[in-house]
């Protein structure tokens, strides 16, 4: 029986073993220290490090509006109204601010009184008291009817994008009375595993370091994900977002929407939520998937969906020819 492999001989065996030793002595120690050094930089880029947001931009969007500021217990908000008619209220997703609905709410004041609102952290809305406030599903949704409260809306439709569509779902189902159309526009509101651009937010360290160190570059990533149709997305539009969202209140807000929203909430009251309610869904949507529009018109007693085609997650603003002229359809039924 034969055996190919070459045979060492003993005296180099014991002499190749202490060598191996030598170097492990040396690679350990010094393998041990950068994975410390790492360990301690993400810590500080995580904890220590404050990011400091974009001065000195002067957006060209808010030079064309008529701003208005209304001041409540909680917050100074930041909103537009415009048009005349029946009310309806837009309330934009999470990390974004009124800006997105720049082209729904100039076509929709065609026939309606059109209130566009920055909610807490998000946009040019200003908290009171930042310890005070929660960010999760209750307080969003407080802030929607504080608001409402504050500008005296006793009733209106709303039109909700994303996690705003999710927060207009839960103050329909809160304020029945109140809501008198819904618009969910690829919204959140029933539980599903979120695409992993915004679950590694829900990891300590790894989420706080991500949101430290977003740039401009990595708003538009998550812009173009968010899009079916890139020639849409313009450098004029990342920089709108990006400005306000570069404040270090508007990453920490990020950061604590993701870690709190609980979804099941407004899953489990879906066969109660009467109001009269439009799913709104682009089909190329890469963050929520078109097959949860299903899940909303199955389990609420009176609503209908609506696909986009060619469209992404924000179909307001990815395919406005067709998202609008929905939205401006729904609502007419309620007159």
Known sequence: MSNDAPIQPANLQTHQRPERRRRLHVVAPALASLIALTGVAGLAGAYVYQPKGVEGFESPYLASLDSRYIETPTAL???????????????????????????????????HTVYAVDLPRHGYTAIKREDDFVFDLPAMTASIEEFMDAVGLKRAALVGHSWGGGWALRFAQLHTDRAVRLVLVDPSGIVAEGIWDWRILEYP?????????MGRGD???????????????????VMEYWVPGSQPIARRAVLDLQRNLDWS????ALPRTTTPTLVLWGKDDRFSPVEMADRFVEAMPNAQKHILSDCGHSAHEDCPDQAIPAIAAFLAQAR
């Not at 994900?225 to 313009?234: E, G, I, Q, V, W």
Request: charged share 20%.
């Open 265 to 268: 909430v407004t899953e489990t």
């Open 205 to 213: 360290v790894l989420g706080e370091l991500l949101v430290n160190l």
């Open 219 to 237: 708003v538009r990533r998550l812009m173009e994900k968010s899009f079916h149709n890139p020639a849409r997305l313009t450098d004029d539009m």
């Open 77 to 111: 908000f930041h909103y537009t109204v415009s048009g005349s008619g029946d009310p309806v209220v837009l309330v934009h997703g999470g990390a974004v601010w009124l800006y997105s609905w720049r082209e729904t709410a100039e076509a929709l004041a065609r026939s």
